[in-house]
T-cell receptor, first 122, second 112 residues
């Protein structure tokens, strides 16, 4: 099956610094990737859609200047949390669509998730 | 806009028993997919089962089965013969036009 990796798996940083998280599709190309944020004991919330070669599309309420997304190639999307603060501490997960179980039985691509990045801002 | 609802924040289930996790959704899209994912404490999202909106039969994957009632817009997950390793957070997800929307999740704790 399709594999998506994330790096780093966890990061601790000081308040005010910027943190970059990478999301890679290892065995397939992805023109689109998705970034989610998950606070403890809560659900995954879609933050933005990363589009290769064009600007990302942000969900309502997500600050695009705070969460910079760059989809530099067909296998890599990066999320940079700029001037991170403790309230940005969260679990960040990316996903990429690819043909899978949904595609075989319909017109939807399946989403393959990365293992997530746990960000702690002190 | 779609809305997906999981009304059970947490459940205890005894080992070897079956458990049903509820999921309802609201949409006007003619084509969509419904997924269930398991998220253990490590955080990874583990795919369990998928049901397409046009599927006539309920999906099954090993000990997991999906009770799909399209008219009632529900897609409940049934886990049979629960195991201690099934303790985790379970999310129902609605997929349409390439975007996922997740339910709030249900925390399942399997007891010996």
């Amino acid at each position: 099956g399709a594999v998506v990796s994330q790096h780093p798996s966890w990061v601790i940083c000081k308040s005010g610094t910027s943190v970059k998280i990478e999301c890679r599709s290892l065995d397939f190309q992805a023109t689109t990737m998705f970034w989610y944020r998950q606070f403890p004991k809560q659900s995954l919330m879609l933050m933005a859609t990363s589009n290769e070669g064009s600007k990302a599309t942000y969900e309502q309420g997500v600050e695009k200047d705070k969460f910079l997304i760059n989809h530099a190639s067909l296998t890599l999307s990066t999320l940079t949390v700029t001037s991170a603060h403790p309230e940005d501490s969260s679990f960040y997960i990316c996903s990429a669509p690819q043909r899978g179980r949904a595609s075989d039985r319909g017109d939807q691509d399946e989403q393959f998730f990365g293992p997530g990045t746990r960000l702690t801002v002190l | 806009a779609q809305k997906i609802t999981q009304t059970q924040p947490g459940m205890f289930v005894q080992e070897k028993e079956a458990v049903t996790l509820d999921c309802t959704y609201d949409t006007s899209d003619p084509s969509y997919g419904l997924f269930w994912y398991k998220q253990p404490s490590s955080g990874e999202m583990i795919f369990l089962i998928y049901q397409g909106s046009y599927d006539q039969q309920n999906a099954t994957e090993g000990r997991y089965s999906l009770n799909f009632q399209k008219a009632r817009k529900s897609a409940n997950l049934v886990i049979s013969a629960s195991q201690l390793g099934d303790s985790a957070m379970y999310f129902c997800a609605f997929l349409s036009w390439g975007k996922f929307q997740f339910g709030a999740g249900t925390q399942v704790v399997v007891t010996p």
